[in-house]
Each structure stands twice: as structure tokens, then as C-alpha cells.
């Protein structure tokens, strides 16, 4: 509720009720079903269950269907609408088995609402498949000026910044690891030197009682040495460097407070894949600074070296505000390098022409409203597996860039189901762009 806000109590809290709570619920649901009665009921009480379960389907329909002519829906509207109200699980699971343990309801009708729950969460879902994907959501006033680029005094789509302000271009890169740190680096590098910008290396040593600790010592001298090798790389690429070591209690906190307090426009990290049960639980540090900082994060697991990347790969869902600022962080760092953009829009095979003609006309609208001169191509691909689509095309590439919409779950802070697998088998560089987890 209201109590623990948006912070990271709230993630916690939901996270243990979807991972531990609402499993045990339906174990205990599991325990009350007996299969020969579940069969009896089936066989013997058909026309009891056939009845709940054409009731539901009726009236679901009839409220959709009063919605439609009190507010002109079209058909396509009032399917929709109806087949999303469908799907009878939590709150009609959790009512039936407090029934069943007061007495109140018998075990026909808990078997009943069994065959309702499985006949409803399975053709709700088919028909929204087949009716949504015609529905067109027509856009705001704000949104339409968000997405056809008329505020083009702030510049880039990617981090909105004012072209006249007097504070400098910057980009903060953590370094840890020594074997990323040059490819991290060079991005860096290159972003901050194409802005006339300054490049910010920062490395933290976890925080002990007594600052004259010889383990803190030791990881002050380790952070001077990744500091001086990122200052060479930088001074390789010209690009202004302002190296920074930081004693902090948390590594996520103390990247997030450096990028504030020197009004970053970009968090560059390295990859770093979830392992260890605290990280599955609570995310790493990646999820931490997602969650935390003011500014857009890069997350780069790059195989080669920046300045040999020429081919970009950009997959694009639809053209919000949001989703196009992955496009705008492409534009940039293709530029710095001459690079080439191709922008994939995976659609399945029902989509008609119309729809992709459509589609790629307002694409290219916003194109032309962008600062940066990048040479795009527009790629539809029929694919009715969107990641498969998405691996299909980036084996032409060097470089996918994937936005990251992040949301909690059994494995952590993790990413969209299609993003996972396309990480998951993807043989190039790539980047996650992510935004702060207010603008999502």
C-alpha cells in the first residue's frame, strides 16, 4: 500500500509475495483438490459446471457490450475489453477456498470454479491476441510534441539535455574489472570527446570502521592503479579525464551519488551477470544503480573494441518518447564513429500492410527531426518469436542496443522475457540503455 511508497521496501516487499506468499497459496489450493472428485464433477455435474462457467463468459460479454454503446467502442475495443476481463484466478481462487474452509461451499462447486479458472486464463489471452493488435491508441497533445521532436532545443532523444547549458557534457564509468575496463573506457571516451564533454573514471573501495585499515589500503592502491590506466586510454582518445576515488558502504550508492553530484548525462558500466543467491534475491549492483540514479545507464558487454563497431543493431517496439531514446543513444554513439544504424521493428505474421506502412511512415518522421546525420535503414521483420527475430538479424551486426524496461522477479531486478533470451544467446557486443525508474 500507500505506506512503503516507491522505493526499494516496495520491490522487497512485492518481490517476497509473488516468490514465497502467492506460491504457498496455490500449494495450499493444490492440497484441497482431490482428483476423483475433481473427475466426478466433470462426468456427473457437468451442467452445473458448464453453467458457472457460460454465466461468467455471458455477463463478462454484456458488461462489454453495455461499455460499447454507452461509449461507441468498435468492435475490436469491446473484445478486447471483454476477453481482458475474462481470466477469474487470484480473487475468485482466494474467495472460493475461504468458502470451502467455512463450510459455506461444497466441493462440486470448488471443482466448478477449478474448470472456470482453466477455461477463462486460457481464452482470455487467445482472443486479446487476436483482437488487440488491431486497436490504435490514438496519441496526447504532449505526447504527440514528446515524439515528433518539437522541443528540438533539447537536443538528443537520449538524454534530454539543454544544448546551451553551461555545464558540461559528462559521463561516468566505474572501473573495476580490469580485462573490461579499456572497452569501457573508449566508449566513454568517445561519447565524452563528440559532446566536447568530460570523461569521469570512478573507482570505490568499500568503506571500513578505521580509515587507516591496511585492506583499505590495499584497495585504495588497486583503485589508483585502474584510475591511471583509464587516464591513459583517455589521453589515447583526447578526450577530457577527471579520475575520482571514492570510499563508500555501497559500490551501487557511491556511483549514483558521484553521477549526482556532478550532474552526469551518462552512467557507462560494464556487464555483470547475476550469480550467488543475494544477488538473485536483491539484484546487483546494476539493478541498484538502475534504480537509483538520476541519469540514463549504459550497461556494455562489449567483445570489441569500440572504434571497430560500424554496424548497429536497434530493435524498436513503437515510437513513444520513451522507447525512441535507445534510437538517440544509438544516433550519438554511431556518430563518434561513423557507424551505421538499422532500426528493427519485429512484428508477427498477421500484421497488415497497412500497419507496417504506417508504422514505418511515423518512424521516419521522427527520424528527420534528429541533430545527429546517421545513415538508418528501417528493418520490418515478420517473426512471430520477437527474440528470434531479433537474433536473426543482429548476426549481421556488431552491436545491439536494447532498451531496459526492468522489473522484479524470481531471478532479481530482471529485464523483459524477450530481452533475457536475446542476451541469453546473443554472439555479439551489446548494450542495455536503461533510464531512471521514474521516467519508465
Not at 475490436?76 to 481482458?84: D, F, G, K
Not at 527475430?389 to 524470481?410: E, F, Y
Not at 533470451?421 to 536503461?434: A, M, P, R, T, Y
Amino acid at each position: 500500500n500507500g505506506v512503503v511508497g516507491r522505493s526499494p521496501v516496495q520491490e522487497k516487499v512485492i518481490f517476497v509475495g509473488s516468490t514465497l506468499f502467492i506460491p504457498f497459496f496455490f500449494v495450499g489450493m493444490g492440497l484441497l483438490l482431490s482428483v476423483s472428485s475433481f473427475i466426478e464433477t466433470l462426468t456427473n455435474g457437468f451442467l452445473l459446471t458448464a453453467a458457472i462457467v457460460v454465466a461468467l463468459i455471458a455477463s463478462k460479454f454484456l458488461a462489454a457490450f453495455i461499455a460499447k454503446l454507452l461509449y461507441r467502442y468498435n468492435w475490436n475495443e469491446t473484445l478486447s475489453m471483454w476477453s481482458l476481463s475474462l481470466p477469474q484466478v487470484a480473487a475468485t481462487l482466494a474467495a472460493t477456498v475461504a468458502g470451502v474452509n467455512a463450510g459455506l461451499i461444497g466441493n462440486s462447486i470448488f471443482n466448478a470454479v477449478i474448470v472456470l479458472m482453466l477455461v477463462t486464463s486460457v481464452l482470455g489471452p487467445v482472443i486479446t491476441s487476436r483482437t488487440a493488435r488491431y486497436l490504435t491508441i490514438p496519441k496526447t497533445k504532449i505526447e504527440e510534441e514528446e515524439v515528433w521532436g518539437i522541443r528540438t532545443e533539447e537536443s538528443n532523444l537520449i538524454l534530454s539535455r539543454d544544448v546551451q547549458s553551461s555545464i558540461p557534457f559528462t559521463v561516468v564509468v566505474p572501473v573495476h574489472n580490469p580485462h573490461t575496463e579499456r572497452y569501457l573506457i573508449e566508449a566513454g571516451a568517445l561519447l565524452a570527446r563528440h559532446e566536447s564533454g568530460i570523461l569521469i573514471p570512478l573507482s570505490i573501495a568499500k568503506s571500513h570502521i578505521h580509515m587507516d585499515d591496511p585492506e583499505l589500503e590495499s584497495e585504495l592502491q588497486q583503485c589508483q592503479k585502474l584510475l591511471q590506466k583509464a587516464s591513459e586510454v583517455s589521453q589515447e582518445f583526447r578526450a577530457q579525464a577527471k579520475p575520482i576515488v571514492r570510499i563508500d558502504d555501497d559500490v551501487a550508492h557511491g556511483i549514483c551519488r558521484t553521477a549526482r553530484e556532478y550532474d552526469a548525462n551518462l552512467i557507462v558500466m560494464g556487464w555483470a551477470p547475476v550469480t550467488g543467491l543475494r544477488a538473485r534475491l536483491f539484484g546487483n549492483v546494476i539493478d541498484s544503480v538502475f534504480w537509483s540514479t538520476h541519469c540514463p545507464v549504459a550497461v556494455m558487454r562489449l567483445l570489441d573494441e569500440p572504434s571497430n563497431i560500424h554496424r548497429i543493431l536497434v530493435p524498436i517496439k513503437n515510437i513513444t518518447a520513451q522507447a525512441l531514446r535507445p534510437v538517440g543513444f544509438a544516433q550519438l554513439l554511431a556518430d563518434t564513429n561513423q557507424a551505421s544504424i538499422t532500426l528493427l521493428h519485429v512484428c508477427d505474421r498477421q500484421t497488415s500492410k497497412n500497419q507496417i506502412v504506417e508504422f514505418e511512415s511515423e518512424l521516419n518522421k521522427v527520424l528527420t527531426s534528429t541533430p545527429f546525420q546517421v545513415n538508418i535503414t528501417i528493418q520490418i521483420a515478420l517473426e512471430d518469436n520477437v527474440a528470434q527475430g531479433i537474433l536473426k538479424a543482429a548476426r549481421h551486426h556488431d552491436l545491439v542496443v536494447l532498451r531496459s524496461l526492468r522489473r522484479r522477479t524470481a531471478g532479481g531486478l530482471a529485464v523483459s522475457d524477450v530481452t533475457t533470451e536475446v542476451i541469453s544467446e546473443l554472439n555479439c557486443s551489446l548494450i542495455l540503455f536503461g533510464e531512471p525508474h521514474y521516467s519508465a
